[in-house]
């Protein structure tokens, strides 16, 4: 069945850079292209970019540019997320999600979300 | 940006009876190629977001047909026609029409 496994939770300190990974599985990886959305604690999602597993392009949100750098390795269908100069209100949950855009449309699935803790 | 604005924010429902959530956008989501990139999703309690209905009514593989969603340019609703128990969570509507991809600011159903 068509999954994505995220990397654990992790604590990182003001000013570090965190880097979650996305593992694929049951598609095509280079297929599909792979979103991020963040939600943090208590509060609504946030989308933050997405990427083409295929040529490596990516587009980010503009209160992200700079600091997020969205990446793939192909021979292992993972995708990362790498967000530098972290701030307190980068804590989070990171979600990966594929967009299909064929007949049916959307993101689908969700991977089970990485807790990003930013703490000093 | 466009802004995704969601009503009600929480709704407390008795089980068998409908529900209704209005998602209106700050701007079209109508693209050219003549389809409207408006999605729901719902995010069960502890769990990732799942995918509910893609194009305004279009219900996703797997999502009972109580669920119903209408709507056209910028205003939307999705409807449950008889509520049960496995529908609590947050309702969230989305448009990828227009970058950055923006979220409604969910909407809590719990039962009565």
């Known amino acids: 069945q068509v999954q994505l496994v995220q990397s654990g939770a992790e604590v990182k300190k003001p000013g570090a850079s965190v880097k979650v990974s996305c593992k694929a599985s049951g598609y095509t990886f280079t297929g599909y292209y792979i979103h991020w959305v963040r939600q943090a604690p208590g509060q609504g999602l946030e989308w933050m970019g997405w990427?083409?597993?295929?040529?490596?392009?990516?587009n980010s949100a503009q209160k992200f540019q700079g600091r997020v750098t969205m990446t793939r390795d192909t021979s292992i269908n993972t995708a990362y997320l790498e967000l530098s100069t972290l701030k307190s209100d980068d804590t989070a949950v990171y979600y990966c999600?594929?967009?299909?855009?064929?007949?049916?449309?959307?993101?689908?699935?969700w991977g089970q979300g990485s807790l990003i803790t930013v703490s000093s | 940006d466009v802004v995704m604005t969601q009503t009600p924010l929480s709704l407390s429902v008795t089980p068998g009876q409908p529900a209704s959530i209005s998602c209106k956008s700050s701007?079209?989501?109508?693209?050219?190629?003549?389809?409207?990139?408006l999605y729901w999703f719902l995010q069960k309690p502890g769990r990732s977001p799942q995918l509910l209905m893609y194009e305004v009514s279009n219900r996703f593989s797997g999502v009972p047909h109580r669920f119903s969603g209408s709507g056209s340019e910028t205003d939307f609703t999705l409807r449950i026609s008889r509520v049960e128990a496995e529908d609590v969570g947050v309702y969230y509507c989305m448009q990828t029409i227009h970058l950055p991809g923006t979220f409604g600011q969910g909407t809590t159903v719990e039962i009565k």
């Open positions: 701007q079209s989501l109508l693209h050219s190629d003549g389809k409207t990139y």
């Open positions: 990427m083409d597993p295929k040529s490596g392009d990516s």
């Open positions: 999600t594929r967009e299909i855009f064929a007949v049916v449309t959307g993101l689908d699935p």
